[in-house]
């Protein structure tokens, strides 16, 4: 909330009235449009989840993944880089009747096929704006860009070669825990060989599943691409409600695309304060500066916040429901014994 009354701030504290009056016209239709995209995005990372998490439960219900690929934002978005989405996840699927366990191997796998998605996905954007030109070449770009492959790269090939590479395992396992015991940063050696062990073997077990299933895994790669695709072109009606016409849809996909790349390191809870400078940046001299300020808000009002609050809203319906089952199961319980 901070960040975002800063962003808010910083963005309305030069033009205020031009920039409120481009946000009081804004096309409804074409904004719910954009909405919808986002959460066609979200849905395609449920069926992701069902797909993997039916292998370890066949009874699973598609629409509670679904409610929890929506809930996924809300964790995700509070968090730095993101990462309390993958944890609370698993907490969820347990409720769903998948182990711990089990819930860690499907995260391990969601995130081979994300990396290959996202990098095949950068690699299109790139091509596509070497035809159209519409992000123009600088250090930053350049260098922002770079550094978004290299670390996806570290990280995708990193996970194949603690699959598929002893020597890596025994590494962690033993050299790594040494040299961080030694610095005195791991006070336990052998509970963190547990822990570590514990995760490798789920990677390994989640990389290796779908390795076996070669058609599933293809699946699962579009799936999350199409994902990855609806979420960036969300820029597009959004732009419409903003009725900026001047920019086409493939060359908004590109420099949406170009934002999220720039911005991804950057480990504040949602990318907040890099992701709209970024974006500012890319569309400065495309838009007036009002419009771009105004549009910039409306996206990340769709893109991020909306998410954030439906999965925070979604988060507490889902507790109030677990506490009623569990009130309701612990007096059937007491009945039956009495």
Partial sequence: MVLFVAVLFFSLK?????????????????????????????????LTTYELGVKENKKLSLSKVIQISLIYPFYAGITPSSIGGEGFEIFYLKQCGISYGGGTNIQMQKFILYEISMISINVLVIILNFFTGIVVDSSFVGSAVTLNFIVNLILLGGSFLITYNKWIKNFILNGGVNILSKIRIIKDPDKSREKIDEFLVNFDEGAKTLHKDKKLFWKLVVYNALAIIFLTIAAWPVARAMHIKEISIINLFVLAAYAKMMCLLVVT?????AAEYCFIYLFTGLIHEDGIMAYMLIWRLVTYYVPLVTGGIMAMSWERRRVREEAISAKSQNGNAL
């Fill in 14 to 46: 030069d033009n205020f009235k031009d920039i409120v009056h481009n946000l009081s016209h804004v096309n409804i239709l074409w904004l719910m449009l954009g909405i919808g995209f986002v959460f066609l995005s979200k849905y395609f990372i449920g």
């Fill in 269 to 273: 809870p949602g990318n907040s304060g």
